[in-house]
């Protein structure tokens, strides 16, 4: 039944009822109908309103923001805070001004110092002073405490080995109690630095990407430590002295660091050299079983390849294949003279470039700066690098058994001299 049909059926009936029950049905019919009708009237008047508020609503919402989108639009607008870049301060290290006082922090492969001056940049006495410093490594969680305590020469240091991490970013948080002008409470300042890289490990890293001399192609080490030659700004090492005039009296050939390459095809006259070889050492396959060698000249050492397709490995990594063919002469390295345990050494920078072949502790399978290293151990005569002085014990009661990994692996460990 629609919805108005109950209203239509009483109005029917009430029509009927007043002709049969006189006016007093009749008044009361006529007063419900005056009801409903003003009801209907109630109700069409509150649709109406309710459709003008909802067409009005968005008018009204963009005429008057919310009160977030003024905020956003103030913060936006507003402008930026400024930030005083930091000063260096005498002793090389960062000045920035706290309150009342300038601190000066002085990060180093030795350790933490901080240095305390007045408004005027006048050195303060720190002898009250004590504080701790909390280091975290750029991508590492952990963070590490150190005490700092006045030294006896104007600074509060924190002495530790931070040599390990040179030229990683650490971020630094120094808390400070007893310095004159800042109370009672305890200070508190944050810093991002890098420690510094020493000459001797720039020198080693270098000679580590760079690996063979570029005159003689002999990895670099095989000869004693590797000489530096300025040549055209940029410097280049080489395996010996004799390899120096080479680079003199043509300074461009050698200006990028690497052996020059030469490509031909093999000859007559190096039958000989490929009866000796016998294998390519990119593919393991016979010398001749897929046409005439090629003929690779790293330096003064000539390789020799089954197919064209294995002169891009050799281009890539010339050191790797050198070794391959030329294993058999090992090159040397001294034994060490900075000693952590008896028996187990520091590496050096002549040790850069066997490190960097060796990559992997062969006792732990772990990368050999992952605990700590590398560090150096003598096998019967052969350097072999550990990643801590935990596997030298293993490595001296069998030497052979490692060095025989690490000949597995293609890696001919250097003899100690």
């Known amino acids: ?17 007043s002709k049969e029950h006189g006016s007093p049905w009749r008044n009361f019919v006529s007063r419900k109908i005056t009801w409903r009708t003003e009801m209907n009237y109630g109700f069409i008047k509150q649709f109406v309103l309710a459709g003008m508020l909802v067409t009005i609503w968005p008018i009204a919402a963009d005429a008057q923001p919310p009160k977030t989108a003024q905020l956003y639009q103030q913060a936006v607008s507003a402008p930026p805070h400024s930030t005083a870049r930091p000063q260096q301060g005498p002793h090389g290290g960062t000045l ?151 680079i003199h009296s043509n300074p461009a050939q050698y200006a990028a660091g690497r052996p020059k390459i030469l490509i031909s095809s093999a000859t007559a006259a190096d039958a000989a050299l490929i009866a000796q070889q016998k294998v390519c050492p990119v593919m393991d396959e016979p010398l001749g079983g897929m046409g005439q060698p090629i003929k690779v000249l790293i330096g003064e050492h000539p390789i020799y390849l089954c197919c064209k397709g294995c002169i891009k490995k050799v281009q890539a990594e010339p050191a790797k294949y050198l070794a391959m063919v030329y294993g058999s002469a090992p090159a040397v390295v001294a034994e060490g003279s900075d000693q952590v345990r008896p028996g187990i050494f520091k590496v050096s920078a002549i040790d850069a470039p066997f490190v960097a072949a060796q990559k ?27 990643c801590c002085p935990g596997c030298a014990k293993k490595i001296a009661a069998e030497p052979q058994k490692y060095l025989a990994i690490l000949a597995e692996q293609g890696i001919s460990a250097p003899t100690i001299r």
């Open 1 to 17: 039944m629609p919805p108005n049909s109950f209203y239509f059926l009483v109005k029917e009936h009430s029509l009927h009822a």
């Open 96 to 246: 920035k001004q706290v309150g009342s006082l300038q601190l000066e922090t002085v990060l180093s492969q030795g350790g933490i110092a901080l240095f305390v001056f007045d408004r005027d940049g006048q050195p303060m006495s720190v002898e009250q002073g004590r504080g701790a410093a909390s280091l975290r490594i750029e991508g590492n969680a952990k963070r590490y405490r150190y005490d700092l305590l006045p030294d006896g020469k104007g600074g509060l240091t924190a002495p530790v080995n931070l040599s390990k991490i040179a030229g990683q970013q650490i971020e630094i948080e120094l808390q400070l109690i007893g310095l004159s002008g800042i109370g009672s409470l305890p200070l508190t300042l944050q810093e991002v630095a890098t420690v510094p890289v020493s000459e001797l490990q720039l020198a080693s890293a270098a000679i580590a990407r760079q690996k063979i001399c570029p005159v003689s192609g002999k990895p670099l080490g095989s000869m004693g430590d590797p000489l530096a030659v300025n040549v055209q700004g940029k410097i280049v090492y080489v395996c010996c002295a004799g390899c120096t005039d080479a």
């Open 360 to 386: 992997r502790c062969p006792v732990m399978d772990e990368p050999l700066e992952a605990m700590g290293g590398p560090f150096k151990v003598n096998a019967d005569g052969r350097a072999i690098y550990i």
